[in-house]
T-cell receptor, first 114, second 116 residues
Framework: DTAVSQTPKYLVTQMGNDKSIKCEQN?????MYWYKQDSKKFLKIMFS???????INETVPNRFSPKSPDKAHLNLHINSLELGDSAVYFC?????????????FGQGTRLTVV | GNSVTQMEGPVTLSEEAFLTINCTYT??????LFWYVQYPGEGLQLLLK?????DKGSNKGFEATYRKETTSFHLEKGSVQVSDSAVYFC???????????????FGQGTILTVHP
């Protein structure tokens, strides 16, 4: 059983298009995240949701809109895609726990904008 | 704000060599510290963690000790294998309350290649 699953794994699209990436976790966690990994492997948080409520929004362009229909899902919709959006996007989840912020990551979605 | 600095890579070693990847951090409060590993084409997996000062995290022969006095969490392994070739990330988890809670701040990653 995959703990954190993302779809699609690869996404190639043209500039200006709108696309979505889906994420689901079956770990019973109450907090989910989106991270972006650039071409140099650097990872940076984009958003986090706790119990479907937005907690962290790290100065991400408003073309990116996360949506959390329930605690087990956090989808990422991107409007008007730009070349600079090409990256690997990782979904993650964790418990909202003061002593342990260990996160479990999905396999990533490699987005290529052409 | 919080930050993590890892030693520059890439690191290339022969099998059975000793590995150290340095990691230092800047943080307020009492963060948790993690090492994650990313194998080629895969997502991140937690390698080990430490939640308070002087804790030692260990897994698969890797170790790291949470040193508050030097704000460090260096990763070590006594004898690396070819299968350890991957990207290693040091990360800091914000334990304090507030809007950064749950957020992981990552170092820049260190590419490790182990040759037979």
């Amino acid at each position: 059983d995959t703990a954190v699953s993302q779809t699609p794994k690869y996404l190639v699209t043209q500039m200006g298009n709108d696309k979505s990436i889906k994420c689901e976790q079956n770990l019973g966690h109450d907090t989910m995240y989106w991270y972006k990994q650039d071409s140099k492997k650097f990872l940076k948080i984009m958003f986090s949701y706790n119990n479907k409520e937005l907690i962290i929004n790290e100065t991400v362009p408003n073309r990116f809109s996360p949506k959390s229909p329930d605690k087990a899902h956090l989808n990422l919709h991107i409007n008007s895609l730009e070349l600079g959006d090409s990256a690997v996007y990782f979904c993650a989840s964790s418990h909202w726990d003061r002593l342990n912020t260990e996160a479990f990551f999905g396999q990533g979605t490699r987005l290529t904008v052409v | 704000g919080n930050s993590v600095t890892q030693m520059e890579g890439p690191v290339t070693l022969s099998e059975e060599a000793f590995l150290t990847i340095n990691c230092t951090y800047t943080a307020t409060g009492y963060p948790s510290l993690f090492w994650y590993v990313q194998y080629p084409g895969e997502g991140l997996q937690l390698l080990l963690k430490a939640t308070k000062a002087d804790d030692k995290g260990s897994n698969k022969g890797f170790e790291a000790t949470y040193r508050k006095e030097t704000t460090s969490f260096h990763l070590e392994k006594g004898s690396v294998q070819v299968s350890d070739s991957a990207v290693y990330f040091c990360a800091l988890g914000a334990n304090a309350g507030g809007t950064s809670y749950g957020k992981l701040t990552f170092g820049q990653g260190t590419i490790l290649t182990v040759h037979p």
